[in-house]
């Protein structure tokens, strides 16, 4: 019973741990941009939400705050870069490291704060209800990625977020038809960052507790999580909806594999080593499979073209 709950802890993470991957994907595959900015704007998120419920604020007030202060964090990254003209990967370190203070000051000089006097949500739920906390943090989850994956399809799908999908695509041919690109980035440096306040938001939430290096690593645990869902899903060049299903599902995938080789045994203080030969491999194989067909492609040609000389 205790490795059931094992997984569907790591399930409940997968969900919560999805919003960042899917703020990571509008900047990495939408818009073509390595943004830095998701290891500060994770914990803005979660502390920006601590801070509210530990002052009496409705959690969910706390998760719209949280989203607030992630589109600011965006926003501040989109200006450096679209305004200042600071190289992109740049502008987003400057904002992470700069939310590293920022976050210190938001937590009131602490470098953790727990939120077990707090309305969290999952735990108050899960108390009145009298239903296990992985049971309602799963339910909870899913709904929110439910309505987000719904609002992300019909933004995209409408002017303006194609004209950010367009921009990313080929931001030449998208000035050419009049689209103001560096609003396009900005705007989608919001959301992404947005998506990943509220991601530090239900994570601390679900902890019950947040802390100021929590987000270290976080764009590597994303990238992971989108790899892996496009690898599994094969949803590249897919549905859109399918795209964004796929990276949820990246999420739930990796999250899995962390909890069972912590069942191996595996120490802790590995799992970045593991994170980044995960998305190694995941890279990897694509390009292998890639490869292979065009070379089986070559040799069906090569072999046609002898039939016919023969």
């Not at 094969?234 to 080789?261: C, D, H, P, W």
């Not at 799992?271 to 995941?282: D, E, H, N, S, W």
């Amino acid at each position: 019973m205790g490795l059931f709950y094992t997984f569907l802890g790591a399930v409940d993470l997968g969900l919560i741990w999805g919003f960042l991957a899917l703020g990571v994907y509008i900047t990495f595959r939408l818009l073509d941009i390595a943004d830095l900015t998701v290891d500060g704007s994770f914990t803005t998120g979660g502390a920006v939400c601590a801070v509210c419920v530990l002052n009496g604020i409705h959690p969910l007030l706390a998760l719209l705050i949280s989203i607030l202060a992630g589109f600011l964090a965006g926003a501040i990254t989109g200006i450096l870069h679209t305004k200042c003209k600071i190289p992109a990967i740049l502008a987003g370190i400057l904002t992470q490291i700069g939310l590293y203070s920022i976050n210190l000051r938001i937590m009131g000089g602490r470098a953790n704060l727990p939120l077990t006097t707090a309305n969290t949500l999952f735990a108050d739920l899960s108390v009145s209800l009298d239903i296990n906390r992985y049971y309602i943090a799963l339910v909870i989850s899913l709904i929110f990625v439910i309505i987000f994956i719904a609002l992300l399809y019909w933004f995209f799908g409408t002017e303006l977020g194609s004209a950010i999908r367009a921009t990313g695509n080929n931001e030449q041919m998208a000035r050419s038809l009049g689209i103001n690109t560096d609003t396009m980035k900005l705007l989608g440096l919001t959301i992404s960052n947005g998506l990943v306040g509220l991601s530090g938001a239900l994570y601390a939430l679900y902890g019950q507790a947040t802390d100021v290096r929590v987000g270290t690593g976080a764009i590597v645990i994303a990238l992971a999580s989108i790899v892996i869902g496009e690898v599994v899903i094969s949803s590249k060049k897919g549905n859109f909806a399918l795209r964004l299903t796929s990276i949820i599902i990246g999420s739930i995938i990796y999250r899995i594999i962390v909890a069972l080789v912590l069942q191996m045994g595996l120490n802790t203080d590995d799992l970045k080593l593991l994170t980044a030969i995960l998305v190694g491999i995941a890279l990897t194989i694509p390009i292998m499979l890639n490869k292979r067909k065009q070379i089986s492609m070559y040799k069906k040609l090569t072999g046609k073209e002898i039939n016919q000389d023969a």
